[in-house]
C-alpha cells in the first residue's frame, strides 16, 4: 500500500512555507452509510455524530427522498410489463413506476450527498449512479454501434427507411437497470438535446426511475441552445415523471475548505516551476517508475502526455484546453491517472469560450472520478473567471458571420442570445467550477480520492 499521495505534496510545501493547517471547524469527509431506516437514519446518524449540521432545506429533501425509498420498496417492475399493455401499446410501467426526484439548486448545497443517501439506501441491483456527461457519452457510443450494425438502407425502396435505435437502445439500458441516478443534469450539446425526449420517454415507459441533480430548473436547461424549440418537448415530460424538488442554501464547498494554498500555486511566482518540479519528483518516486511520455486512446486518437509516472502525469492548460479535447477524453485521462499537475491556467473568460468550456468540462470529470489535481494559475481562484465582458464589434461581426455559415436565420437580437455565442452555460457553470475546484483542494478531497484508489486496487 502506498503512501497518500497528500502527505508527500503536504510535506513539500510546507518546506517552502506556505502551507498552513485547515480550519478545526471543517468537517471530516462524510461517508455516506446504509441505515436500516433508509435516507432518514442516514441523515439522522450523521447529525448525531456531528458530520453535518441541522439544515431545514436538506431535511425537507430527506422527507421527500424517505418516501421514494420506501416506494421503491414495494415497487416491482417486472410485473408493471404486463402483456396486455405491450400488445396494445399501453404503458402500463408509467403508472406504476414511482415518480422519481429531479433536485435542483445552488451550487455546494448539498444535492449530490441527499442523492447519495437514497442510492446508498436503496436495495436494488443492478442500481447505476453516473455523471450525466458520461451517461450521454454511453449513449451516443450505443447509438453509432447500432447504426454500424443495422442493415444498410436500400435508397431505391419508397418503403426502406433507416431504423430509430433509440427505443432499442432505451430498452438496452432498462433490461440494465430500473434505478437510474444522474448527478449533474446539464444540457450543453445540440446532439444531447435532439435526442432526449424520446430517449427518456421509451425509459420512462420502460419502468425506468430517475434521479438527478443539477444547478437548474427544468425550464432552464438548454436556455438559449441551437434548436431549443426541438428540446423544449422534453421538459414536460421529466416533470410528469420526475418530481421537481428544489434545494437552496449556502456552499457548503466553500464554507468548509477555504484553506486552497497547498495545491493551488501562483503561476507568476518565479518560484513555482521549481517548487512543481519537486511535487513532481516526490509523486514519482511514490510511483516507483520512470517518467516517459504515455499514450491514452480515445475513439482511435491517441493523446500523449509527454510527462507520466504511472498514475502521475505533468501537463499544461494548452495541452489539455487548447486542443480538440472533449468529455470523453477528460474521463479517460481521469481512469488513467489519479494526479494531475496542470501547469499555466489562465484567466479566462467568454471571450475564450472554448477554452473556458473545456476547463469547466475537465474540471466536472476529473471532480467526479476523484483526480487529484495540483494547479498553477494566473490568479488566485476567486479571481480566474470573468464573467462581464462585452461583445465588441468584431466578435459580433464573426458570430454573424458564422450564423450564416450554419444557416441559421433570426433577428439580429436573437443570433446574439443564442448561447452558442453568449457563453451563457459558461458562466452560469463558473460557479460550480470555482466551488468544486475549492473542495478538490483540501485535504479531505485528496483522502477520501487516495481511500478509492486502493480500494480499486
Not at 157 to 172: F, H, N, Q, W
Not at 309 to 331: P, Q
Not at 421 to 427: Q, V
Request: hydrophobic residues 35%; proline residues 4%; charged residues 25%.
Amino acid at each position: 500500500m502506498r503512501k497518500a499521495a497528500w502527505s508527500l505534496v503536504s510535506y513539500h510545501q510546507r518546506s517552502f512555507q506556505i502551507c498552513s493547517s485547515l480550519q478545526s471547524q471543517v468537517q471530516q469527509d462524510i461517508a455516506i452509510e446504509k441505515s436500516e431506516h433508509g435516507p432518514e437514519g442516514t441523515y439522522k446518524s450523521l447529525l448525531e455524530n456531528g458530520l453535518l449540521k441541522v439544515d431545514e432545506e436538506q431535511q425537507r429533501v430527506v422527507y421527500r427522498l424517505q418516501k421514494l425509498y420506501q416506494d421503491v420498496r414495494t415497487y416491482n417492475k417486472t410485473s408493471a410489463s404486463n402483456l396486455f399493455g405491450k400488445l396494445f401499446s399501453f404503458s402500463s410501467q408509467s403508472s406504476n413506476a414511482p415518480r422519481g426526484v429531479y433536485l435542483y439548486g445552488s451550487v455546494g448545497c448539498g444535492k449530490t450527498m441527499l442523492m447519495d443517501m437514497l442510492y446508498k439506501n436503496v436495495d436494488i441491483r443492478p442500481k447505476k449512479r453516473v455523471h450525466f456527461n458520461q451517461f450521454m457519452i454511453d449513449v451516443h457510443k450505443r447509438i453509432h454501434q447500432f447504426k454500424l450494425d443495422a442493415p444498410p438502407v436500400d435508397h431505391r425502396s419508397r418503403t426502406s427507411k433507416p431504423l430509430d435505435p433509440i427505443p432499442p437502445i432505451a430498452k438496452d439500458i432498462s433490461d440494465e437497470t430500473w434505478f437510474l441516478c444522474f448527478d449533474e443534469f446539464q444540457v450543453t450539446d445540440v446532439a444531447d438535446a435532439m435526442i432526449l425526449k424520446r430517449l427518456f420517454t421509451c425509459l420512462f415507459e420502460n419502468g425506468v426511475i430517475v434521479i438527478a441533480t443539477s444547478n437548474r430548473h427544468p425550464q432552464d436547461l438548454y436556455k438559449n441552445g441551437l434548436q431549443r424549440g426541438n428540446f423544449l418537448p422534453f421538459i414536460p415530460i421529466l416533470e410528469r415523471y420526475c418530481e421537481i424538488v428544489p434545494l437552496s442554501g449556502v456552499d457548503y464547498r466553500r464554507l468548509e475548505f477555504s484553506d486552497i494554498s497547498k495545491t493551488y500555486f501562483n503561476s507568476q511566482d518565479a518560484s513555482t516551476k521549481d517548487k512543481l518540479e519537486d511535487v513532481f519528483k516526490l509523486l514519482c518516486e511514490n510511483e516507483k517508475q520512470d517518467v516517459k511520455p504515455k499514450t491514452v486512446e480515445v475513439y482511435g486518437r491517441n493523446n500523449v502526455f509527454q510527462r507520466a509516472c504511472g498514475k502521475v502525469a505533468f501537463t499544461n492548460f494548452d495541452e489539455l484546453c487548447r486542443k480538440a479535447l472533449g468529455a470523453a477524453d477528460y474521463i479517460a485521462f481521469a481512469k488513467t491517472f489519479d494526479t494531475i499537475i496542470l501547469t499555466d491556467v489562465p484567466v479566462m473568460s467568454p471571450r475564450r469560450k472554448v477554452e473556458l468550456r473545456r476547463f469547466i468540462t475537465l474540471i466536472d470529470n476529473f471532480y467526479d472520478n476523484k483526480v487529484r489535481l495540483i494547479l498553477s494559475a494566473a490568479q488566485p481562484l476567486d479571481n480566474l473567471f470573468i464573467t462581464n465582458e462585452t461583445m465588441n464589434d468584431y466578435d459580433a461581426e464573426a458570430k454573424r458571420m458564422l450564423m450564416d455559415d450554419l444557416g441559421l436565420i433570426g433577428t439580429q437580437d436573437e443570433d446574439h442570445n443564442i448561447s452558442l455565442f453568449t457563453a451563457e452555460e459558461e458562466i452560469f457553470a463558473i460557479e460550480r467550477t470555482v466551488s468544486r475546484l475549492t473542495e478538490m483542494q483540501s485535504e479531505q478531497y485528496w483522502q477520501a480520492s487516495e481511500d478509492e484508489s486502493n480500494n480499486q486496487n
